[in-house]
């Protein structure tokens, strides 16, 4: 008979066993996750107060900004407190919270760049029904069905996680309770719970995907019809900060979760799972306001510069 016992505490081996090491790692990941939210939470409030950013395209980016905040903390602090203490340590019921809105938040961060990249494609496509298209009912109605979506699909999963028991070792080679070495340490056939996580992953992460890349091919072939140089530039602007963004996001969540494990290390995992919960949140502030004239100057006027430059 297996082992099974109930257990109230896992161990994450995290980053490194050297406690040296550990210390340069805990302020690296501190800064960048303080930038992170500090970025994310400008985006938010520039959009809120700036009234020439009422627009859906910056709608749509602040509900990002506040589920790229919520997403980096959902494992970001836990990791920077066990590296400060060297514990190491979550608890049970804390590491199955994680694994729930750490997978809900990434699966909700598809659908809504998905939503975004439609967005995008009215714009480009058909300019002159933008508008009526892409109303406030629509767009509050897309950001809605993004998060009921993502808690849909990872909620079931989540309570089926919750009821296998933990077999002997309660040790995870890892920084947070990712999927894959939570698994190793299940009891019982769970052969049925990986098919179900990789039938979700396919559906979540590439069936966005090729909504998004049909929708951006799309677009390019749209703007490379476009007859004037200054016009096409103009049109390709305004995709090229999504288009960076979508590019790192899937591409670490696709290294993390899609490539067989025979050909993954623990560096290599911990290197990608910091890219996808801290780089990107971090990148993201700076590649929609460094690219954005409009963004760059609503942060001018809340920093009390007067514009020097009239609005297209």
């Avoid at 996580?197 to 396919?202: D, H």
Wanted: net charge positive; glycine share 6%.
């Amino acid at each position: 008979m297996e082992n099974q016992t109930k257990t109230d505490e896992i161990l994450l081996l995290g980053f490194t066993e050297s406690h040296q090491p550990e210390m340069f790692l805990f302020v690296l990941c501190l800064v960048m996750y303080l930038m992170a939210i500090s970025g994310n939470v400008l985006i938010v409030i520039i959009t809120l107060v700036d009234l020439h950013l009422r627009t859906p395209m910056y709608y749509f980016l602040r509900n990002y900004a506040i589920l790229e905040i919520g997403y980096t903390s959902a494992v970001i602090p836990k990791a920077l407190i066990n590296l400060a203490s060297g514990k190491k340590t979550i608890s049970y019921a804390g590491c199955i919270s994680q694994l729930f809105f750490y997978f809900f938040l990434g699966t909700t961060d598809f659908f809504l760049l998905t939503v975004m990249s439609f967005d995008r494609y009215v714009a480009i496509c058909n300019p002159l029904r933008y508008a009526t298209i892409m109303n406030q009912w629509v767009c509050t109605w897309m950001v809605l069905i993004s998060w009921i979506a993502g808690f849909i699909l990872i909620f079931g999963q989540t309570i089926c996680f919750a009821q296998f028991p933990i077999c002997g070792s309660n040790i995870i080679d890892h920084f947070f309770c990712d999927s894959k070495p939570l698994m190793k340490l299940l009891c019982g056939d769970t052969r049925l719970l990986k098919l179900v996580g990789f039938i979700l992953s396919i559906f979540s992460l590439l069936g966005t995907l090729a909504i998004t890349t049909i929708s951006y091919m799309i677009i390019i072939s749209t703007i490379l019809r476009i007859p004037t140089a200054a016009g096409r530039k103009k049109a390709f602007s305004t995709c090229a900060s999504h288009i960076i963004v979508v590019s790192i996001t899937y591409g670490s969540c696709i290294s993390m979760y899609l490539i067989p494990e025979e050909s993954e290390g623990k560096n290599f995992n911990n290197a990608v799972a910091v890219l996808n919960n801290v780089v990107c949140p971090l990148m993201t502030p700076f590649v929609y306001t460094l690219r954005n004239k409009q963004v760059k100057d609503a942060l001018k006027d809340a920093l009390g510069c007067k514009r020097i430059t009239h609005k297209i």
